[in-house]
């Protein structure tokens, strides 16, 4: 039997991601990226067409080396090194590697930075910054209000549709990563907004045509957004208030756990609310909002400094 080649294994990898795990569009792609590029430096570095069961520690720590002297950032690294894992282990279970050569690799140490978050009174300043007089500015309002209230990643908020809302329960379905979904709650304030704003909302001839579920957030022909408009759409609420330049749509999802935290949540309970699948990454916003009680006490207590 021939052995499999590099190329032909992470096709059917990819494959495996797609139909059985059922992996995102992103995760795929990001797999693909990764294994495509590692296949690329191993076929520039070794003569030959390289088997899967013949790479072995060594290769792996050459090619992550290759990377770190290519100055790839810390995290870039990490992500390369997991589907590397991810993809042998697979290889293993089809039979096509006897072992895992990138298992023995360790991540480059990360220098953690705290995400940056706005406080109660810029969040208050964003939120009110879309007019409420036209179609547009209720929905980007909404669209502000659902993703603060809920902590929502902005491929969650396009992802939303009509029969995920129940207004009477003041929550929402969300489908987040891995399509893995979860519960999220919605504040008064952000039912109030999609209300107002689904009143006046541009419908989709091709959607009513074809009975699929109405998205909830829809451009000006009626057509689903795409996570870079909103992006670009928060971008000018952004110089409109004059909020720090850095702020994204992951900011509001930053600053809904930090608050959270801040007001006495059980970090559990943020950790489902965020749909994190490890209490670990949770765990950063716990910094943030030690850093802010610090910053409070040497504001307030009298022999602080």
């Not at 992470?10 to 990001?30: C, G, H, P, Q, V």
């Not at 500015?137 to 209000?145: H, K, M, S, T, V």
């Not at 009509?162 to 893995?180: A, P, Y």
């Not at 992951?250 to 943020?270: E, K, N, P």
Request: glycine share 6%; net charge positive.
């Amino acid at each position: 039997m021939p052995r499999a080649t590099l190329s032909s294994t992470i096709t059917r990898f990819l494959r495996y991601m797609a139909t059985e795990r059922n992996a995102s569009d992103l995760t795929i792609k990001a797999y693909r990226e990764d294994l495509i590029g590692f296949a690329q430096w191993i076929s520039g570095n070794e003569e030959g067409s390289t088997s899967v069961d013949a790479l072995t520690p060594l290769h792996l720590r050459q090619f992550q080396s290759a990377l770190q002297q290519a100055d790839y950032a810390k995290t870039t690294i990490s992500r390369k090194l997991a589907s590397l894992r991810s993809f042998f282990k697979f290889a293993m279970r089809e039979g096509t590697a006897k072992s895992n050569p990138a298992k023995p690799l360790r991540n480059p140490r990360q220098n953690r930075k705290l995400p940056l978050v706005l406080s109660n009174d810029e969040i208050g300043r964003l939120l009110t910054t879309p007019s409420a007089h036209d179609p547009a500015g209720l929905r980007d309002r909404a669209i502000l209000e659902t993703m603060y209230s809920a902590g929502l990643r902005v491929s969650e908020l396009v992802g939303l549709r009509d029969g995920d809302l129940d207004f009477s329960q003041g929550i929402t379905r969300v489908r987040g990563k891995g399509r893995k979904e979860r519960i999220s709650p919605l504040g008064s304030y952000a039912v109030e907004a999609i209300r107002s704003y689904a009143a006046r909302r541009t419908r989709s001839a091709k959607t009513e045509i074809l009975g699929q579920a109405a998205p909830v957030f829809v451009n000006r022909f009626g057509n689903i957004l795409t996570t870079r408009s909103v992006g670009r759409m928060l971008d000018k609420y952004i110089a409109a208030a004059e909020l720090d330049t850095r702020t994204s749509p992951h900011t509001l999802r930053h600053s809904f756990a930090t608050h959270l935290l801040d007001r006495g949540a059980d970090i559990r309970s943020v950790q489902e609310l965020l749909g994190h699948k490890s209490l670990t990454t949770t765990q950063i916003y716990t910094h943030v909002s030690a850093t802010n009680l610090r910053t409070i006490y040497e504001q307030a207590h009298p022999r602080a400094q």
